[in-house]
Nanobody, 122 residues
Framework: QVQLVESGGGLVQAGGSLRLSCAAS????????MGWFRQTPGKEREFVAA????????VYADSVKGRFTISRDNAKNTVYLQMNSLKPEDTAVYYC???????????????WGQGTQVTVSS
């Protein structure tokens, strides 16, 4: 089992920044990929970014490239999502996930956090 706890969401104006954190505990060695997804009511969960614990390899959705940065601190078992130049369309509940395989596919992830709300006002 892997437990994930997100933090750092909130309300920010367009153009602002937020940093999300995801603290992982438990059998984290079973899940090399750590991903961030987001979801708004009535829409499917959308891939945002992912990183490999072992290699540091990163993958980003086109919609956030150049604005968001995913990073990890292996000593703290924590993954971060730095979000800059935020837009109203970034408003969503953001979920942290742990898994293996294709990093951009939600089906690769077997463990999910509870989610944290990010609201960007125009």
């Amino acid at each position: 089992q892997v437990q994930l706890v997100e933090s750092g969401g909130g309300l920010v104006q367009a153009g602002g920044s937020l940093r999300l954190s995801c603290a992982a505990s438990g059998r984290t060695f079973t899940s090399d990929a750590m991903g961030w997804f987001r979801q708004t009511p009535g829409k499917e969960r959308e891939f945002v970014a992912a990183i490999s614990w072992s290699s540091g390899h990163t993958v980003y959705a086109d919609s956030v490239k150049g604005r968001f940065t995913i990073s990890r601190d292996n000593a703290k078992n924590t993954v971060y999502l730095q979000m800059n130049s935020l837009k109203p369309e970034d408003t969503a509940v953001y979920y942290c996930a742990a898994g293996v395989g294709r990093m951009a596919a939600w089906r690769s992830y077997g463990y999910w956090g509870q989610g944290t709300q990010v609201t960007v006002s125009s």
